[in-house]
């Protein structure tokens, strides 16, 4: 735990930095008018777990944009200066239209970034259910309550998301005061629904009734390590097809390729102003490597990671 919790700290500050806070300073009294349009964007950052409020996060987006957007002003008028462009008009106008699109592009791409945050803390608490579960159903046998249970998974030093979790459930209890309940409720609304949220709502209630924690965690991974053993045989079924696709792609294609155009070669040098050699070699050194790195990346998000 004790490496966990530096480790923890270290991404708190580079979230909320000196430039997040003189971004709030500077711009919160101008861009109050935006906190209502993008609503939406407070239940992202909350969900994908990120430590910076909403409102900061806002006028951060602004800044940084105004910072793309005076750099993309400044490149166009680089690029205007030594490149003659034709007519003159577009000339002029390259700065601005570079500046307003990269503008356009950072405040885009930040008001994605907590989505695509949710989603991965999502894909990763579906990946860590079905071992933690059993982990939790084994310190349950031991007669440990919800709470006990959760503290002692907080002590893993792992980086793992649910022990993250468990983690912000045990600072809430001890430093803040807040009921396990409570703690937990809050853990819930910063959750992207899903079997995790269930889970941990299973657990208060179950808690809270006195039930058979033990008994519950047991049913429970049951039900996910069914919907694991689905997902496995889901994942073998597209990476037989992904086999297919590479002996087509880079096995067949590449051997069919070099045949035709050696062929060709016989009667004709060249092939849609193309040297035919000039091809063989894009084909080689370019098309069959850069299909490859594809397969490989496609093969890395199929494969779960645990």
Known sequence: MKMGVPKQKKVQEASVGIIHVY???LLNDHVKFLYPKLRPLEKSIKQAMMPIPYEVYVTSMVLFS????????????IISHFVNIQPAIVNYLLGPAMGLALFAGVFGILQVLPVMNVKN???KLLEEIPHFIGYMSTLATSGLSLEEIIKAVAKEETGEEMIKDARFITRNVEI??????????DLIHRTPPGPYSELLEGAIITSQSGGNLK??????????????KMLLQKTTESLGSIAEIYTILLIVF????VIMLSIMGIMSPSLAGFDLATLINILTFAVIPLSGVLMLFMIDTMVPKR
């Open 23 to 25: 971004s709030y300073k």
């Open 254 to 257: 590449p051997l069919l390729a």
């Open 215 to 228: 008994e519950y965690f047991n049913a429970t991974a049951k039900v996910q390590l069914e919907e694991k």
């Open 66 to 77: 105004f910072i793309g957007g005076i750099c993309g002003v400044a490149l166009g008028f």
């Open 121 to 123: 803390r999502s894909s």
């Open 176 to 185: 803040l005061g807040m009921d396990l309940v409570t703690a937990i409720k």
